[in-house]
């Protein structure tokens, strides 16, 4: 793929691939009924796209395009992307209403911030209860509007070691596509990554600044012709 539209997605993840390795899921229950537990080979998988993407640029992009038509996933033609992303924009933005979700826009590129507090208790892993019926109406959204690339990326405060906070941004970015993989969506679409503390969004000098911080964004890039 030699669009424009492969090279910000290209972009999008390239800005980690000198820091990020390969996450992986590293849940804490066994039980096969939670809805935070997902199969561990699915996980896996889809941490290995996303290490290959951010190593090998648009060969892995081209891989991923080749694994989403095997699943049966087509590319837009190039002049329908904007219109497709507007509909789904607005979709999102009306589910997500009073969710605590955040939905903003980049060009072609859908994102979505899963604040810290609404999404997870502190310094936790596993994704609230109450939250699951909020994934629930983005994972619909996404059956829906399968033409996209879903990037699931973890972030934390500076607070701590970096080992820890890239450990907590894995696993909580690994909780969030785990969870989208087990309402449905399909895994070949996932680029899941753990940003650690290297991206704030606010000043880590405040209690205010470091709550936005740790978050979980999810980016959707549209899959062009």
């Given at each position: 793929m030699k669009t424009q539209t492969i090279k910000l997605a290209v972009l999008g993840v390239c800005l980690?691939?000198?820091?990020?390795?390969?996450?992986?899921?590293?849940?804490?229950?066994?039980?096969?009924?939670?809805?935070?537990?997902?199969?561990?080979?699915?996980?896996?998988?889809?941490?290995?796209?996303?290490?290959?993407?951010?190593?090998?640029?648009?060969?892995?992009?081209?891989?991923?395009?080749?694994?989403?038509?095997?699943?049966?996933?087509?590319?837009?033609?190039?002049?329908?992307?904007?219109?497709?992303?507007?509909?789904?924009?607005a979709e999102l933005r009306r589910e997500t209403a009073g969710t605590g979700i955040d939905v903003s826009r980049d060009g072609d590129v859908i994102k979505l911030n899963l604040p810290d507090g609404v999404t997870f208790d502190f310094n936790k892993t596993d994704i609230k209860p109450q939250f699951y019926p909020a994934l629930n109406t983005i994972a619909g959204t996404l059956k829906d509007y399968r033409q996209t690339i879903v990037e699931v990326s973890g972030h934390t405060d500076s607070v701590g070691s970096d080992a820890v906070n890239q450990r907590i941004s894995e696993q909580r970015a690994n909780s969030v596509a785990g969870y989208l993989m087990g309402q449905g969506v399909q895994r070949e679409r996932f680029e899941i990554v753990g940003m650690g503390k290297r991206f704030p969004i606010a000043d880590n000098n405040t209690d205010y600044g470091r709550s936005l911080n740790r978050r979980v964004e999810i980016r959707l890039l549209p899959l062009g012709s």
């Open positions: 980690t691939a000198f820091t990020v390795g390969c996450a992986s899921y590293t849940g804490q229950t066994n039980d096969p009924n939670d809805p935070n537990h997902t199969k561990r080979g699915a996980l896996i998988g889809a941490a290995i796209g996303a290490a290959a993407g951010l190593l090998s640029g648009d060969s892995a992009v081209e891989r991923r395009q080749h694994a989403m038509v095997g699943a049966g996933i087509g590319a837009l033609a190039g002049g329908s992307i904007g219109a497709y992303q507007d509909r789904q924009e």
